[in-house]
């Protein structure tokens, strides 16, 4: 058994296999200018997780700009005009260029419907927590993409 997870290991290491979570570059993304429209919360949430970095004084750096925008739709009511259930919408466009072209452009969208609650506050917070895991999710497509490039 020590032997074939040895093999097995060393196989492993010799093939170049290396994790898409860990990328060390993507720590070090810096950009001559970051331009944010939208969503500020999700902005920062993405800025913040994935590190870039603003170097306004390198003009060889590409430029970022991020497009974020939320929103919560009714999907169902009742006969009663009540409504039954809310769809969460959080869409990310992503896109970086140099001065003449764009080098990558890519949209990232996320939903998630849900049925709507009695409780008016615990509606609120259960609209937060989908929004906050909607957000993850996009920063981890961000991540595939960007270490995929």
Request: glycine content about 2%.
């Amino acid at each position: 058994m020590k032997k074939f997870l040895l093999i097995f290991a060393f196989i492993l290491t010799s093939c170049g296999y290396q994790p898409i979570y860990v990328n060390k570059s993507l720590n070090t993304l810096e950009f001559a200018k970051i331009n944010i429209d939208g969503d500020r919360e999700i902005n920062r949430k993405i800025i913040n997780s994935l590190s870039f970095k603003e170097n306004e004084f390198n003009d060889t750096l590409n430029n970022l700009l991020i497009k974020s925008s939320y929103e919560i739709q009714e999907t169902s009511k009742n006969s009663k005009g009540q409504v039954q259930s809310y769809r969460s919408i959080i869409t990310v466009k992503l896109i970086i260029n140099n001065n003449r072209e764009t080098i990558l452009n890519k949209n990232f969208l996320k939903d998630f419907s849900y049925a709507n609650k009695d409780n008016k506050f615990e509606l609120v917070q259960y609209q937060n927590d989908i929004k906050n895991n909607l957000i993850n999710k996009i920063i981890e497509d961000i991540v595939l993409f960007i270490n995929l490039q």
